[in-house]
Every structure is written in structure tokens, then in C-alpha cells.
């Protein structure tokens, strides 16, 4: 049921088409795409159905109940999880056939001894980024342990802590502190051994051809990864609701809590029946913008947790209860992006796609081919 008629479309169409655009840009490496998070609020199985159709070679995940939940889902590509899995849980992610990451000794302390029940694993060796892995010295030595230990590592991946700042120097660093590290393995890793190092930003700006993967998420939703790239990617998501409400107001009238916005005219104005808790940001308060028959139409007061009040003063032509309203997307060539949502909320583009709530139905477009 959908009884406010709001939803998050989806083109499938436009995600074939990035990731047939991705592919070209990591060829030799191949595509692993991204789809943690529900696919960045897009539906990680659909995705990952239409990702597998395109011949796609790997999907990544955050946490292990993603992937197992798209493993049910009946997918059959390698899975690697990229996150934190509590000992416990490890051999469930045998059972699943995903991929884990091995970032410690104190992890490969606990993962010795479960045997049989182990899964493979791949190393996620820290460059820069701080956050998960041993410097690289250390992880030539984690993975000699491991691989002594009897633990299958199919291979190793860092992070850019800056690839989307263009000509940014630290890159430079990352790969050669990762390329010290596959020197030193040498000939103690197989030709089959994966290595991967880009996100989007990385596939866009660099030649990955020294490795097995790219690991490209925001890009294939057809978001660009920073302010300085402008690939030819396509939106994958448009965010869509309609008129709940039409409304006269007159000259010092309030809209919505704490009075925030007062009119200095009469003016005619429309609800729309979403909120905060549809991931519509409060910080968009006063600020937004939704586009009604084809006109820019600006937040009028405190976006509420199911509502929020706009402006509809400057469209001549009637607006009625049921009318669409385009949340992010484009119609009748006006555009409103995530990005430019991002840029009013102070935040990046993929924060505003991850926050749109499951109170918000996925519709899925297929499209031709
Ligand atoms: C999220 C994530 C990615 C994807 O990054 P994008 O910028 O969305 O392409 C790649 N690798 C790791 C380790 C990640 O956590």
C-alpha cells in the first residue's frame, strides 16, 4: 500500500548503463561493486540481481547480514564484507559463502581453531585511512600467520582516505605503502590472489590496471564521488510525493513549529505528507526546495517528522491535492540532485540517499535491455 504516494523510484536502466560506464573506466580491473547500506538506500537485492545480470564480478558489503541477506536472495557472486563480523558469527559466514576481512592479530587469534567452519578471508592492510588494518610491515607478517594458520586470504585491499581530491598526494602514498606490501608477500601469493584499492573516486582518476578490483559504490548509483569529478553517470534514484494539502495564508501568518518562517505576503502554500523520518533532513527547514509542475517551490518553516509546508505562490496554474511533487529528481526540466540537498544539509551526496527511510517503498523501473 502506498496510501500517501510516496515513493523512491529506481531506474535500473540508468544503473546498467554506470556500470557499464565503471567497467570501461577500471578495465583490466574488474567491477566489485559496492551495495552496503541497502545498496546506499537503493535495495541491495535488486541491485545485486541486475549487478550479477551485467556480468558484475563481485559485490561488497558492509555487515555480514547484508551479505547473507542478498546470498538468500538466491546470488550467486563471491561476496566480500568488508566490516567488522563478532567471532561467533564467523562460521555462519562460511555457511553463506561470503568473504571476510582480516584487519588484526587479536581477530586471527580468535578465528584459529574454528577449522572447518572457517571462511575465506582478505586483508584489509591500512595505508592511511586509520580506521581498519596494520601498517604494512605488520600485515606481511599477519598474513604470513594466518596463511601458516591454515586461513585461506584470497587477497588484499586498502582505502583511499582522499581520492576524491584531485591531484591529491597522499594517494600517491597509499599505493606505494599497499604496493610495499605486495612486494613483500612475493612469491608466497598465488596468481589468483585478488588486490584492490580504488572507490569511485579512485576508478575515475586512476589507472588500476596494477590491480584485480575496483571497489566503486557511490559512482554506480550515478552520484559523482566529489565536487571535481563530472563523469557521465546517470541518477539511479528519484525521490517523488505529492500535494497533501493546499492553503491561503495571509501577511503575518506562521508556518509550521516555532513560528520560524512568518509571511510578509499573502501567499498560497502546499503540504506535503513526508518528514524527518523519511530521511527528509530537518536542516532543510526554511532552505529546501521541491519542484511542483515544473517551478522551484522553497521549504516554508520546520520540516516536522511526516511533513513539511512549501511555497507554492508563484505557479499559475492550480496545484491540487494528489498533484506530484519531486523530492530529488527532474521534472518538466527542472532538477533538484542529492547533491544539491547534500550542499544546503552540509553533508555529501551519500548521506542523503542512505537516509531515506524504509518508510519510503522502493519502486523499481526496469527499462529496455
Ligand atoms: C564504502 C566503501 C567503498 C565504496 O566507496 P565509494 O566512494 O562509494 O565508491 C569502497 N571500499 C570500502 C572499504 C568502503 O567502505
Known amino acids: 500500500m502506498n496510501s500517501r504516494k510516496t515513493f523512491a523510484l529506481i531506474d535500473l536502466s540508468a544503473y546498467r548503463q554506470n556500470l557499464v560506464y565503471l567497467s570501461g573506466k577500471a578495465s583490466p580491473a574488474k ?6 547500506a541497502d545498496a546506499y538506500g537503493h535495495g541491495a537485492v535488486e541491485l545485486s540481481k541486475v549487478a550479477q545480470e551485467s556480468g558484475v564480478d563481485r559485490l561488497a ?21 568488508l566490516n567488522y563480523v563478532e567471532k561467533k558469527e ?22 584459529i581453531g574454528l577449522n572447518k567452519q572457517l571462511p575465506d578471508f582478505q586483508l584489509v592492510v591500512d595505508t592511511g585511512m586509520r580506521r581498519l588494518g596494520l601498517e604494512w610491515e605488520e600485515s606481511i607478517e599477519l598474513y604470513n600467520s594466518a596463511v601458516r594458520k591454515g586461513i585461506n586470504i584470497t587477497g588484499a585491499y586498502t582505502h583511499f582516505a582522499t581520492a576524491d581530491e584531485k591531484g591529491s598526494g597522499f594517494v600517491l602514498e597509499q599505493r606505494e605503502a599497499f604496493g610495499r606490501f605486495l612486494h613483500g608477500l612475493g612469491q608466497r601469493r598465488n596468481r ?6 580504488s572507490n569511485s573516486a579512485g576508478t575515475i582518476y586512476f589507472d588500476n590496471s596494477d590491480f584485480s578490483y575496483v571497489r566503486a559504490g557511490i559512482a554506480t548509483y550515478g552520484l559523482q564521488p566529489s565536487k571535481e569529478t ?31 518562517f512568518v509571511a510578509d505576503r499573502d501567499m498560497l502554500v502546499a503540504t506535503i505528507p513526508v518528514g524527518y523520518a523519511d530521511g527528509y533532513n530537518r536542516l532543510l527547514s526554511n532552505r529546501g526546495y521541491v519542484i511542483i509542475s515544473g517551478k522551484r517551490c522553497k521549504v516554508l518553516g520546520r520540516v516536522c517528522m511526516d511533513q513539511f509546508v512549501v511555497d507554492i505562490s508563484h505557479i499559475e496554474k492550480p496545484v491540487s491535492i494528489g498533484d506530484e511533487v519531486v523530492i530529488v529528481g527532474t521534472q518538466e526540466g527542472e532538477s533538484i540532485s542529492a547533491e544539491e ?12 540517499v542512505c ?4 518508510r519510503v517503498p522502493r519502486v523499481y523501473k526496469k527499462g529496455v535491455n
Not at 567491477?31 to 552496503?36: A, E, H, R, W, Y
Not at 557521465?232 to 520560524?260: A, M, Q
Not at 540537498?341 to 542523503?352: K, R
Open 61 to 81: 558489503v558492509a555487515f555480514l547480514e547484508e551479505g547473507i541477506k542478498i546470498r538468500q536472495s538466491g546470488i550467486s557472486l563471491p561476496i566480500l564484507v
Open 355 to 358: 537516509s531515506i527511510s524504509s
Open 230 to 260: 563530472d563523469e557521465n553517470l546517470k541518477p539511479v534514484l528519484s525521490w517523488v510525493s505529492c500535494v497533501s494539502f493546499v492553503k491561503r495564508i495571509r501577511t503575518g501568518y506562521s508556518v509550521s513549529y516555532g513560528r520560524t
Open 31 to 36: 567491477l566489485m561493486v559496492v551495495v552496503k
Open 90 to 111: 564467523i562460521p555462519t559466514a562460511k555457511e553463506f559463502s561470503l568473504t571476510l576481512s582480516l584487519s588484526s592479530f587479536a581477530q586471527l587469534e580468535n578465528i
Open 192 to 197: 589468483h590472489f585478488e588486490t584492490h584499492i
Open 341 to 352: 540537498i547534500a550542499d544546503l544539509c552540509g553533508t555529501i551526496n551519500y548521506e542523503v
